[in-house]
């Protein structure tokens, strides 16, 4: 199931216009054939965001949490025992949700990047030179096993 409905077919989908089920076989085995599966699945930008919209949320509980104890709780929540328990996780989840929808625009980005490169690094390198290096450097370093520089998977010479 991973193979099929996976976030890269969304960005196969919207680059392509195919199915949502042969995006998702397509860009699986276009990882599959670079030789990229382990770098897919240890792609670390969802966690990075995730620990984003975590952060943003506890610093809008903060900031409303000292809202509530400067002003009088009790004239503007009048009946309730702890004002600053709702204001605490009304501030934490609406800070969550609206930078959950900038990280979401964000990680499309990320995916849409990672599968342009697997796809056509060439195209980069004649349209973006300074991009294709950055990203060319950056990828040697990172997984230097792993990567091949879109020509197929990467080959060792033999030892003589």
């Known amino acids: 199931w991973m193979e099929v409905f996976n976030r890269y077919a969304f960005t196969y989908v919207g680059l392509h216009g195919f199915s949502f089920v042969t995006a ?15 770098i897919v699945n240890d792609d670390l930008a969802s966690w990075v965001f995730f620990l984003g919209n975590l952060v943003v949320g506890a610093l809008s509980a903060w900031i409303g949490l000292h809202f509530v104890d400067d002003i009088s709780s009790k ?11 709702l204001v605490v996780i009304s501030a934490f989840l609406i800070g969550y949700i609206v930078n959950s929808v900038f990280m979401t625009v964000m990680a499309s ?39 091949n520089d879109g020509h197929g998977k990467a080959t060792t010479p033999a030892a003589v």
């Open 109 to 147: 980005a990320v995916t849409t990047v990672f599968v342009l490169w697997a796809e056509d690094p060439q195209g980069w390198q004649l349209t973006h030179p300074d991009h294709y290096a950055r990203l060319h450097a950056a990828w040697l370093q990172v997984h230097p096993n792993e990567y």
């Open 24 to 38: 998702g076989r397509h860009v699986t085995d276009l990882f599959a054939s670079k030789g990229w599966t382990a």
């Open 75 to 85: 004239a503007v929540f009048p009946g309730v025992a702890k004002p600053e328990y």
